[in-house]
């Protein structure tokens, strides 16, 4: 269980509402619109407790919202749309003026990205409560000389999609990784998602100027 905070559930359909209407129409828009927010406080109540302090929560509140629009349209949206809506919500909306939180190209751009990651790790080896619930979060800073790596073999978000019967929609959630990581000049190089059966979800994030990453 996460605490309901209306941030996300709120925002994210004023961001979407145009390419919905573009993508689906506006019945089907209003309609799911209308329903998420009952959902979305439903899947907090059943999510497991990563911490209501985690840093990475917010992760959740994001894919949460995603996957209770997509739930609340009882099947009128399909992902190859969906994927559409989202990566425009992402580019063209307001939204990426507040995403471009770092420019991966500038000297420091990789160390600052790699740095907000180890707070997260730090974080969850700080409460080892939480162990069996949240990221587990693994460096390998030898793997590769340009950008920086990490990845994970358990995610909350993958554990929910499978228990509640989310996983259809999830590799959708999982392209924020690509448009965020886009929206700070970056490249997201990656073989593995969990949700798409994967042994782990692999990021090697490098800056988007490096042609030929090593």
């Known amino acids: 269980m996460l605490p309901y905070k209306s941030t996300y559930i709120k925002l994210f359909p004023v961001l979407m509402k145009k390419y919905m209407i573009e993508q689906f129409g506006k019945e089907v828009t209003k309609n799911a619109f209308k329903k998420a927010p009952a959902i979305y406080k439903e899947m907090l109540n059943q999510v497991d407790d990563i911490g209501a302090e985690n840093p990475m929560a917010g992760n959740i509140y994001m894919a949460f ?28 909306s307001i939204a990426r003026k507040f995403v471009a939180k770092n420019d991966l190209n500038k000297p420091d ?16 080896d700080d409460h080892p409560e939480y162990l069996d619930k949240t990221w587990d979060i693994n460096f390998d800073d030898n793997l590769h000389k340009d950008g920086f790596y990490y990845h994970f073999t358990h995610c909350p978000i993958n554990t929910y999609a499978r228990r509640y019967g989310y996983l259809e929609v999830l590799p959708v959630c999982c392209e924020l990784d690509h448009l965020l990581t886009q929206a700070n000049h970056g490249r997201l190089i990656r073989e593995y998602t969990l949700a798409t059966d994967g042994p782990m979800c692999d ?3 490098v800056p988007d100027k490096i042609e030929n990453p090593k």
């Open 109 to 124: 751009g990789v160390s600052i990205s790699r740095q907000r990651m180890q707070k997260m790790k730090d974080w969850a």
């Open 203 to 205: 990021y090697w994030i």
């Open 65 to 92: 919202v995603l996957m209770a629009i997509w739930k609340a349209s009882d099947g009128a949206i399909d992902n190859d749309r969906y994927r559409i809506v989202v990566k425009n919500m992402i580019t063209k």
